[in-house]
């Protein structure tokens, strides 16, 4: 292999909580590429290790304008992941860097991640669950619990993680209905889906599961307003975005039993604090951001993400480009 003086692209991972980079090492090599990787904690950090990258890839660090406008030679710019609230991406565009993704990641776990929720909230599994292991041997604790079939499953985004949740929760008899002004009824009858306005969706659900990216349109998309107008006996899935929902209502919503419960995988701060008052709810269940996770997921996502890298680098179309209008003064 090369030394480095003679690699022809040098990559920089900006942060990550992964332990090895053999993977995406190994995709790189291939358009001998070097690969560096820093845990770059503030926008100085960012500035400092990028400025003369060819590429990068990122988890959570902030890509501003400001740090896009510093780099010197980059073409692209991935994202281990599929949202990319945490890059600007119009800045990216003006400076004819390409953005690309891995929009393809764990969209099976997160599908089932969010059913697995909503059907651990409906059978009051955690609930019985706690209740046996603190010596209550009483099913009528968990009353009323419903049957699944013929009931609503509500989905507000219909992506791709929303159309697997719409073809499975229909094998156990659920009629589901989405919200998504971007796609058309057509797409959705497709999935046997109803499409609806959020207010009626919300009215007639027993279910709503939230997939949406985060941005100036989505956040707190489900505040008092929306959680008043949901049944009583009805339940919130969220495993997108933690600022998607207001958490302060949501808290009345399930103190005061506006809603019968709720299942999370992000909130608005992660991880959250011991003391946080929802933690203390027994009508909500609360995982630690872990719908992502498999091992073949993570896999898939630093092949992936590399990939993305390696292929704008080379003078080819990127698999997942986000701002198409850069590619001709980039490949």
């Not at 090599?29 to 070097?34: V, Y």
Request: charged fraction near 30%.
């Amino acid at each position: 292999m090369s030394n480095k003086k003679d690699y022809k692209f040098k990559v920089v991972i900006t942060d990550a909580d992964f332990k090895d980079f053999d993977i995406e090492r190994k995709e790189l090599e291939k358009i001998n590429a070097s690969l560096s990787v820093c845990q770059c904690k503030s926008e100085d950090e960012l500035i400092e290790a990028t400025k003369d990258a060819d590429g990068l890839i990122v988890q959570y660090a902030n890509m501003n304008r400001n740090v896009i406008k510093s780099l010197k030679k980059c073409k692209v710019i991935a994202r281990y992941g599929i949202g990319v609230d945490t890059l600007d991406v119009q800045a990216a565009t003006e400076h004819n860097i390409c953005i690309v993704n891995v929009q393809e990641y764990c969209l099976d776990e997160v599908s089932n991640h969010a059913i697995t929720l909503a059907l651990a909230c409906m059978r009051k599994v955690v609930l019985l669950n706690n209740a046996v292991k603190n010596g209550i041997w009483d099913f009528k604790i968990a009353i009323p619990i419903f049957r699944l079939k013929n009931r609503k499953f509500g989905l507000v985004g219909f992506g791709n993680i929303a159309k697997k949740v719409a073809r499975k929760v229909q094998a156990f008899g659920f009629s589901v209905l989405a919200y998504d002004p971007y796609i058309s009824s057509s797409v959705m009858i497709e999935y046997n889906v109803k499409k609806m306005e959020l207010e009626d969706l919300l009215r007639e659900s027993d279910v709503i599961s939230l997939h949406l990216p985060l941005n100036e349109n989505t956040k707190y998309i489900i505040s008092k307003k929306e959680l008043k107008l949901m049944k009583e006996t009805s339940f919130l899935i969220n495993t997108s975005r933690g600022y998607l929902i207001n958490q302060e209502d949501l808290y009345n919503a399930l103190n005061e039993k506006w809603i019968a419960g709720a299942g999370l995988d992000v909130l608005e701060e992660i991880p959250t604090n011991s003391d946080d008052k929802l933690l203390k709810l027994d009508n909500l269940i609360i995982t630690p951001h872990a719908a992502f996770y498999s091992e073949e997921s993570l896999r898939d996502l630093k092949r992936i993400a590399a990939l993305g890298v390696a292929q704008v680098l080379k003078g080819e179309t990127p698999a997942f480009l986000l701002n198409k209008e850069v590619l001709e003064k980039t490949v």
